[in-house]
Every structure is written in C-alpha cells, then in structure tokens.
C-alpha cells in the first residue's frame, strides 16, 4: 500500500508495540518538525520570496494511522506572525492544537515556536494542513494522509499506488500586499495568476511547460488520487480526459462508490477517488484539468490548471519511451462551465456515506437545538476623511452570518473561555436573523452589516441541526462553509428559500455524506446536523479567504461534560502568548 506515501524522513516513530501474533496494532507517536521560513520560488516567470515549511512549496506531506499521536513542532523565523490548522482533525479534547489564529491560540510570533500534539481518533482518509492567520495559507499548506489502522483494509479494492493532488491558487503579486490592500480599499482583491496541481500550474499558462505535474501510469492498475483543495477563494472543476472515476471518500469519510468523470471540489474539501487505467497501453496522453465553478458576482481567475496522465509505454528501451510519448495525441477532458449551478447541485446530491455496519452514519435522530444562520456578503460604511472602492464606490464589502460580520478579538477565544475572561466576545449570537427578508429575492436597500464578537454557547451533547441560508445580497454565491471540531451530516439542500415545513421532512437521516465542509448552495440553503460531544471553542467559516476576511465566520463555544473525559484539558505550557 502506498509505498510511496510512507513514513517520510520528517517523521521518527516513537513507540512500536508488536502484539504476540505478530500483528501491530497499537498506535504510534509521529514527530515532525515544521520550520517556517522565506524561500524563493519561480513560477509563471516570475520570483518571489513566500512563506514556506521547510523551504518546500507545497509543504511537506504528513502521514500517520489512525489512532496515532502526532507531534508537530513549529518555529517561526519569518516576521509574519503565523499559526497552523489541521483541517479536518476532530481535535477530541485538543482543541489548544487546532490552530485558528485568535480562536484557540494566539500566533506564533517571529523566533517563537509551538509544539501541535494531538491524537488521530476514528478518521482515515485525506486532509489537509494549512496557515490559519491572513492569506499565509496561499503558500503554506500540504497534504495530511491518514491510513488505516495497520492490518485493517480500505472498504474497496487495494490500490496499486496512491497520490496527493493538492489543488493551489499562484499569484504572481504579493498576497498579503493584496489582502492588506483590499481591506484598506473596500474593494475586492487581486484574483490569482493561475491555479496549481502540486504546487505547478501546467502547459495551458506563459512561461510554464516545465511545471506541470505530470502523473505516470502503468496500463490495467487502480490508483488512489487524494484529492485536495487548498485554492484560496475557488470551488474547482476536475476531470481526466477520457478516464471515468470512482469517488470513495471525501473529508476523511468512506462514501457509497459511485462513478463521475467530473468531480467539483471545494476550497476545505478533499475527496478521494479511485483511477482505473486502461488495460492495456493507450497510444495517447490525457490532460487532468481544473477549472473554477464560480457564482459570484465579481472578477475572479477563470483560468485553466492541467497536469498529464502518461501511460508508461511498452517498450524494452525506456530512453526511446520519451521520444515516442511526446508524438502521442493530447486528449483534453470537457469541464462544466463556469457557472453551472445544476451540475454542482447534481454532484452533490450523489454523494452518501457508506454507513454500513463497519462504519455507521450516527445521523442525530433527535435535535436539541434549531440555527438558521444567513450567508453573505454585506457592506460597511467609508471611514470619514476616506475614499472605499467597495459596492457604489462609496462603502467597503463585508460578508456576515446573521448579519454579524465576526471581528477577531485581540487574544483567543479559547484562553478568555477556559480561563473566565470577560470583554473578549459576547454570548449573544443570534440563534435566527434579527430581521426576516426574502433571503434569495430582491435584495434589501440596506445593505449594511452589524460589527461584533459573538459565540453561540452549547451545553455538552447538544444535538444541533443548522440550516444555512445563502442571501441574493451584492449578489447569491455558493459558500463552502467549514466547521472545526466536528463532522456533520448533510441532511438536505435546496434553492430559494428554506421552508421548514416542505423542507424538513425530505432530509435523509440514512445515509447523509458527512463532512467538514459544505457549499452553501448559490441562491439555496444547505441543512446539517452534529452532536457537539467535543469541548472547545469552534470556528466555523466560509473557506474562501476573501470571504474570512470579510468577516463570515463566527464561533461555537462547547461546554465541558459532567465526566473526566468530557472535560477540556488546560493548555500546554508553550501555548503562544497575544
Ligand atoms: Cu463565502
């Protein structure tokens, strides 16, 4: 399995337990080290000086089983202050390592470091690490592959070979400068110069043949692609001309199989697919393209990404190989356009978990508490003495849940909880919109946000069902919300306005895909459920940056059970100091 995905030299194992039978079955402790630091990389002909881990970009590849302890010490030697989110990580009892900068850590700061320790406990599959603080995630990010416990099998046939795709977003400009720009403005930032498969943007840009991700295949072989989305503000297309697929898991969650030769992605998403190559040797090449969907009403890169699927060919002489694959026919996947919304509502109802008796889909049956939280965009007012270039070219965007668009405190959320510091948020979240409108029709003449820090409180346990609700302000766009701390279900999605009485009772408490990041449908609602069985403060957002910085995102606080084991542990020694 995965040979090429195991223990990677970052990596030293601790504890080896070896059971009588032979069989290792006890979990291990993995240490890594995560220096960040500056590192020049080209692409598209340009230079620039990024953020990296260890100097690699993308960032090193993390590899455990489940159950196994994972040690990951990161020192700052960039003057960007920095924290880091193991996205997807339920972080049961170690919410002081989930990383959102000001949530549950204050940042690392230059010549500081941070030691993550956490346990990886009922998850196998793909996800993702990325930087948690600004923009820095726009080159700090890598792969998070977690196996199955050692001797146990995946629920489909062993893949010959496995490998990170790990989708990124390339801008030739500064990305703080951007952001920092943008906000100062009102305006929307600068869209990216080209996407990324592993790090490389592929033939189809200027100046960019030599970094293409090339993937090379043997013919009659299954191939375990994981998946990943680490773009910064795009939900993307995928497909490999003339090649159909298997879907088998997404956010770290086996799935009912089911077959696509186009996948649709989101930033926060991972998705596992199985590639079965042809059996025998094609005499062509195929191109795998990504492209974004994309429902907004401003700019944004519509360009295409692609890497090459080569067949190794079958000769005796692999130097002529070469020569004879570069006279070899292109094949080009066709990808929806770049709006269709009827594709992605399409692909994203086929998506149901395995839930079988090996590995259940525990729907909560029964709700103990009902949100409906409105998503999007929103304005605020000109600071005085200022010119903004946001909507009318007289207010700065915005983007709220609620309507409350979330300001960062100054120290983290989870220090002023644990510790029983007042001033830092406010309790008061609203459960419902404080004023009802036509969420997906005409939009409001008032356009403007509320400002604040505010949390939802859930006593340990609690069931919640959550319905989200995009709104039609500044224009209806497909969100992909992500929640830390949990995985929910997906228990039902639809346009226009959710109803609860039509809509309710059409959710599937079967076999609901469960995940950690959904898109809000553009013009729709989308509707989940968890059980909030994980104390800490949890943020949940939209995963496009730009949106983040605007202010969509808000904070659920967890209470401590009655027993020991329901209780959040104090943080460790090193936690970073505000
Ligand atoms: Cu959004």
């Known amino acids: 399995m995965g040979a090429s995905l195991l223990p990677s030299s970052l990596a030293i194992l601790c504890v080896w337990f070896l059971f009588p039978a032979g069989l290792a079955v006890a979990s291990i402790t993995r240490h890594y080290k995560f220096d960040i630091k500056m590192q020049n990389v080209t692409r598209l002909c340009h230079t620039k000086s990024i953020i990296t881990v260890n100097g690699q970009f993308p960032g090193p590849r993390i590899v455990a089983r489940e159950g196994d302890r994972l040690i990951i010490k990161v020192v700052n030697h960039v003057p960007n202050n920095i924290s880091i989110h193991w996205h997807g990580i339920r972080q049961l009892l170690s919410g002081w390592a989930d990383g959102p900068a000001y949530i549950t850590q204050c940042p690392i700061q230059t010549g500081q470091s941070y030691v993550y320790n956490f346990t990886i406990s009922g998850q196998r599959g793909t996800l993702f690490w990325h930087a948690h603080i600004s ?44 952001i920092n720009q943008s906000l100062q403005t009102g305006a929307g930032p600068n869209v990216s110069d080209a996407y990324t498969i592993n790090g490389l943007p592929g033939p ?18 299954t191939y375990l692609l994981r998946l990943i989305n680490a773009a910064l503000n795009d939900e993307l297309f995928f497909s490999i001309a003339n090649h159909t697929v298997t879907v088998v898991d997404v956010d770290a969650i086996y799935m009912k199989p089911f077959q696509t030769d186009i996948l649709l992605i989101t930033p926060g998403q991972t998705t596992n697919i199985l590639l079965k190559t042809k059996p025998s040797y094609p005499n062509a090449t195929f191109l795998m393209s990504a492209r974004p969907y994309a429902t907004g009403q401003g700019t944004f890169d519509n360009s295409t990404v692609a890497g090459i699927l080569e067949y190794e060919a079958p000769t005796k002489h692999p130097r002529s190989s070469t020569v004879s694959i570069k006279k070899l026919p292109l094949m080009k996947p066709t990808l929806p356009a770049l709006n269709d919304t009827a594709f992605a509502f399409n692909y994203t109802t086929r998506l149901r978990s395995l839930a079988n008796a090996q590995f259940p889909a525990n729907v909560p049956q029964t709700v103990d508490k009902r949100f ?26 915005a983007a709220s849940v609620n309507n409350f668009s979330f300001i960062l405190p100054s120290t983290a959320l989870l220090q002023a909880h644990f510790f029983g510091q007042n001033g830092v948020y406010t309790t008061d979240f609203p459960s419902t919109p ?13 356009t403007s946000v509320m400002n604040g820090t505010k ?24 969100h992909p919300l992500h929640l830390h701390g949990f995985n929910f279900f997906v228990v039902g999605q639809g346009f226009g306005n959710y109803d609860p009485r039509k809509d309710r009772k059409n959710f599937n408490l079967i076999d609901p895909v469960e995940r950690n990041t959904v898109g809000v449908p553009s013009g729709g ?54």
Not at 204 to 221: E, H, I, Q, R
Not at 434 to 446: A, Q, S
């Open 135 to 178: 923009w820095l995630r726009a080159t700090v990010y890598g792969p998070l592959v977690i196996f199955p416990k050692r001797g146990v099998p995946y629920p489909f046939p062993k893949p010959y070979k496995e490998v990170p795709i790990i989708f990124g977003e390339w801008f030739n400009a500064d990305t703080e400068a951007i």
């Open 204 to 221: 189809l840009y200027n100046c960019s043949a030599k970094d293409t991700f090339k993937l090379k295949v043997k013919p009659g072989k």
């Open 372 to 397: 409906f939280f409105t998503v999007g965009l929103g304005t605020n007012p000109c600071p005085k003495n200022q010119t903004c270039q946001g909507p009318n070219n007289s207010t700065k965007f």
């Open 434 to 446: 404080l004023i009802k409108f036509n969420y997906t029709g005409t939009p409001p003449n008032n």
């Open 455 to 478: 949390a939802v409180v859930l006593p340990f346990n609690t069931t919640v069902e959550l319905v989200m609700q995009d709104t039609s302000i500044l224009g209806a766009e497909s």
């Open 525 to 578: 609602w989308v509707a989940i459920r968890f059980r909030a069985d994980n104390p800490g403060v949890w943020f949940m957002h939209c995963h496009f940056e730009v949106h983040i910085s605007w202010g969509l995102k808000m904070a659920w606080i967890v209470l401590d059970g009655n027993l020991p084991n329901q209780k959040l542990p104090p943080p460790p020694a090193d936690l970073p100091k505000c």
